[in-house]
């Protein structure tokens, strides 16, 4: 038998369902399945195979032979470059369904089956853009460019700001604007890139070399509150024009006006490491050094490293949807990878004391501080869940856990196969680690009896889901 062919010319392709992250699935005319970005399902798109990876073609775009039925423009200026909406040619609705439909795949593609499990119809909010509480950018001396506008001459060597290139950790898309953020944090964007953008501004920070001065900017918004954060990230100033940069920024981004917000919370912090990422310890601040965001009657103390839900509005639908799938009368609330409290938090009205357990200390020490201001009755422990695990032995206590896209860590899973308790829920950022988990939990005598999709994030591939497990066994 000869060797299987690892290259394939351009082909046309019959894009039918979504992959990872929201790109199109299609199959070459070799039979092997196909992945490009920005493909929605539904189109007919004209693409060049980059490569086979693990028996997949990865391809990219060239052309849209034919559109989805629900195809919509694309609002973004730099869509198809950014990576970071890969749907936004897909009609809302469509998007879900698909999304959806990739989600209960993955679940069953882990073992668990549906057949007897209630689906929900999923949950969301009517904001599809300006819904991100959260963004963060990098300064770069290179951009990444469409075909088109590189062919044009368009120079890709410059000063930008914006966001990563799918694939490329040396070029940044220079973003103007991002669609999906909050307004007042577009506002700060456009103030600083008429501070430091220009020619005559500190050098841009260099990935490829390590260095120059600007690095990250990190903004950040409390939804209900109206409060705004704004933080710059440089490497240690070199000379007095670059201090000056800094401090100049600051005081023109803390005495911005925007409509329906106030900035709140100005920062300068430096990073001289290695790692391309939006950390650093403070060398300037102007205002304070939090902003505040509520959910119901909880308010929540947001810094500039907390974890939250980056969809203000998504988030009260998903806790509200916790909530649901939460009918026992259970006095206590286990919150496993609890973040900073607040799906406990959020329900403590339910219950008469929260036990949470988060292995970011200073998410635990976040969550504390949410718990005091908002009197709630709590206990939340700083370590991971696999090491606490005689903390899930409270006898008839109700359980949601929130674990990463890993999922359960499998002692976690086991013990919670085997806890004395009636009912858990299953918060889940990627299906099919809750399928997989299922499976652990159905072995210990949990059914899986509901599930909730809830789309926090439009027009990305993610969504998010609830799942609800009652006891059928003691």
Sequence with gaps: MGKRRRHQPPFEVEITGLGKSGTGLGTAPDGAPVQVRFAPPGSRLHVVPAGRRKGMWQARRTAMIRPPVSVVPPRCGQFALCGGCQLQELGIEAQRVARTNKAMADIEAKGTSLADVQIHPTRFTDDTYNYRNKVELSFGVSRYLSEADHAKGFAIDGRFLGFHAAGRFDRVVDAPRCEIAQEPLNAVLKATREVLLPEEGPALYNVRDNTGFLR???????VTTGEVMAVLYTATPLSNA????????GEAISALTIDGATVTSVQWAINDGVADVARGATEHLWGEERIHERLGDVIFDLSATSFFQTNTAGAIVLYDTIGEALTSESRTLLDLYCGTGS???????RVDTVIGIEEREDAVQDARRNAVRSGVTATFTAGKVEHHLSSLAVPGAAMVVDPPRAGLHPKVALALATADADELVYVACSPASLGRDAAVLQAGHWKLTDLWTVDLFPHTGHIEMVGRFVRTNR
């Design 216 to 222: 990250h900017l990190l903004l950040r918004m409390g």
């Design 242 to 249: 670059e201090r000056e940069a800094a401090m100049a920024w």
């Design 343 to 349: 799906i406990g938090l959020y329900l403590a009205d």
